[in-house]
Nanobody, 124 residues
Framework: QVQLVESGGGLVQAGGSLRLSCAAS????????MGWFRQAPGKERQFVAA????????VYADSVKGRFAISRDNAANTVALQMNSLKSEDTGLYFC?????????????????WGQGTQVTVSS
């Protein structure tokens, strides 16, 4: 079992930045990839970014490439998502997820554990 707790969400103006953090506990965090997903009201959950178990490989949704950066600190059992140049369409509930495998993937079914989410609202 693993517990994931997200933090860092909030209200920001378009063009601004936020840094999300996810603290993991309970499972061997360092053996698995981690990902971030988001869900806007009335829409399906969508992939944002993922990072492999050692942090060597990252994957991003096309919509956030060049603006978002995912990173992890295995010593601290944390994963972060730096979000820059935010747009109104980035608004949503952001979830941290722990994968079943070592490679980061954009497929939600590859992830075994999910946090409760942190709200990001971007005003235009």
């Amino acid at each position: 079992q693993v517990q994931l707790v997200e933090s860092g969400g909030g209200l920001v103006q378009a063009g601004g930045s936020l840094r999300l953090s996810c603290a993991a506990s309970g499972r061997t965090f360092t053996n698995y990839a981690m990902g971030w997903f988001r869900q806007a009201p009335g829409k399906e959950r969508q992939f944002v970014a993922a990072i492999s178990w050692r942090g060597a490989t990252t994957v991003y949704a096309d919509s956030v490439k060049g603006r978002f950066a995912i990173s992890r600190d295995n010593a601290a059992n944390t994963v972060a998502l730096q979000m820059n140049s935010l747009k109104s369409e980035d608004t949503g509930l952001y979830f941290c997820a722990c994968s079943k495998i070592r490679a980061g993937t954009p497929t939600a079914s590859d992830y075994a554990y999910w946090g409760q989410g942190t709200q990001v609202t971007v005003s235009s």
